[in-house]
């Protein structure tokens, strides 16, 4: 086998494949001849205009049912994440509200024309290759009457401004069809008398998407066992380049550590699962693991895959959507609060996306006492957060079909170290203020796990929920 490859500094999202879909209809030919050839110039201007934000496919201009249903048919067959719907003149909303409805693909409905602005100089051509707003109107009003969710993004198409929102869509569009084809690996089970990480598997799927994968610890065991002796020595050796490697770590821990990294992942491959949970008892309870993948947690994280603790499958798929629509997550929680800074001290028990660490202090894989599950020291990559800009989400199962996502934005701040704490950890000042944050991330169900993502990244998330269907709630 190859040599295993140094994972990059910063994972790329891939980026959306969006369908860009126009409509207007044949009425225009006889008064304007060449019509349908000059806006479908038009919607291939616009496309190229947000080349940035997506990798485009622009279906021909759609000018009727049949046009329609077979335009939507073959964006659907070239596995895009989404369909902007730009209209090119205007287009009677019922000769694409069935294909439009129908459609498993998420929406947004561009309201622009070709021209920024009305002129002196305008003539009847122009009020008809301008006139994309009474479409949009009809055709949202259609979308709305079925209850079909979808967005609205208007402006100057050329606009810096109108490309950020279609980039926000767009990856929003992406990370809810990722939602969907979602497999969460679960380790063993949950942790026992955890309520705000249980949720209904089939709701789960049937309102979100991700399917829940139970992996028996007896498969881990079994497939440490059969790893390439060349993988264990390739992965050490990274870590030799990647971390500062404590030296009282011996060969033993190392290796048992990297066994455990490399069958998890190889099961996750095996399985199709792109995030997965494990839980300290499942593990240990085992009876044939030495210690808990700790390290593992960290790394699978920086590569991109979904993780959290004690079994939480909504956590993990938290986190798994935020690689998606974000990048870089990182699975924490509120661990105390820190009244004179307005922080919260954010850690878990050694899991951290290592990619989140700050420059200026290289991450350390160290030798770590830690008493819960009964095994022996799991070496553990520690680390600060990396200050400025942050945002924490909460996916919370409210019963039945309705999932809440909770958000709240702040910073990390520059707070002294804490030399003691051997996991990695941050100070977070909620922009809202610790005592109002918290309060509000009671009431409104918030979960003790979850995701944090650099930057601020609300109206993300927002416009994530809007295609999914679930609450969002800012606090």
């Avoid at 049949?66 to 048919?73: F, G, H, I, K, T």
């Avoid at 009282?248 to 998890?264: K, P, Y």
């Avoid at 990619?355 to 799991?378: F, H, N, Q, S, Y």
């Avoid at 918290?438 to 809007?466: F, I, K, P, S, Y």
């Amino acid at each position: 086998m190859p040599a295993r490859p140094t994972p990059p500094r910063s994972l790329p999202a891939p980026r959306p494949r969006i369908g860009l879909l126009g409509i207007m209809q044949p009425l225009y030919d006889t008064m304007l001849p060449g019509i349908t050839d000059h806006q479908a110039a038009y919607a291939e201007q616009v496309a190229g205009a947000l080349s940035d934000t997506a990798d485009w496919t622009v279906a021909p201009p759609v000018r009727g049912r049949e046009d329609a249903e077979q335009a939507v048919r073959e964006l659907e067959n070239a596995d895009l994440d989404g369909v902007l719907v730009v209209m090119l003149t205007y287009g009677p909303s019922l000769r694409v509200t069935g294909a439009l409805t129908r459609t498993r693909l998420p929406l947004a409905l561009a309201n622009i024309q070709p021209d920024p602005s009305v002129t002196p100089e305008w003539d009847m051509a122009d009020m008809t290759y301008n006139q994309g707003i009474h479409g949009a109107q009809d055709t949202a009003n259609a979308l709305v009457r079925a209850d079909r969710p979808f967005e609205v993004i208007s402006g100057d198409w050329r606009s810096p401004e109108f490309a950020d929102r279609v980039d926000r869509w767009a990856r929003a569009a992406r990370a809810a069809m990722s939602l969907r084809h979602l497999k969460v690996g679960l380790f063993g089970y949950p942790m026992n008398g955890m309520g705000d990480a249980r949720v209904d598997e089939t709701a789960l799927l049937r309102s979100i998407g991700p399917e829940v994968e139970v992996i028996a610890p007896g498969a881990l065991h079994r497939t440490t066992l059969d790893l390439d002796e060349k993988d264990v020595a390739d992965l050490m050796a990274w870590e030799d380049d990647t971390f500062d490697v404590d030296p009282r770590l011996s060969g033993e821990e190392r290796e048992d550590h990297a066994r455990m990294q490399l069958g998890i992942e190889q099961l996750l491959t095996e399985r199709g699962c792109h995030a997965y949970s494990t839980h300290f008892d499942a593990i240990g309870e085992d009876g044939r693991f030495a210690r808990l993948p700790m390290a593992a947690a960290s790394t699978l994280m920086a590569q991109g895959y979904g993780f959290a603790g004690e079994g939480d499958v909504l956590a993990a798929t938290v986190v798994r959507a935020a690689h998606t629509l974000i990048g870089d997550a990182h699975f924490t929680e509120m661990y105390a609060m820190d009244f004179p800074s307005d922080s919260i001290l954010m850690s878990h028990m050694g899991e951290g996306n290592w990619r989140v660490a700050r420059d200026d202090e290289p991450p350390r894989l160290i030798k770590r006492t830690l008493d819960i599950g009964g095994l022996a020291d799991p070496p553990t990559i520690v680390f600060r957060y990396r200050t400025g800009p942050a945002t924490l989400a909460s996916l919370v199962a409210l019963g039945g079909e309705r999932f809440r996502l909770v958000v709240s934005e702040g910073e990390v701040i520059d707070a002294p170290p804490l030399p003691a704490l051997e996991m990695p950890y941050g100070q977070f000042r909620p922009d809202t203020g610790v005592r109002a944050c918290t309060e509000a991330w009671l009431r409104a169900g918030g979960t003790h796990h979850m995701a944090m993502t650099t930057g601020h990244r609300a109206h993300d998330w927002q416009a994530l929920c809007a295609l999914t269907g679930i609450e969002y709630v800012r606090v």
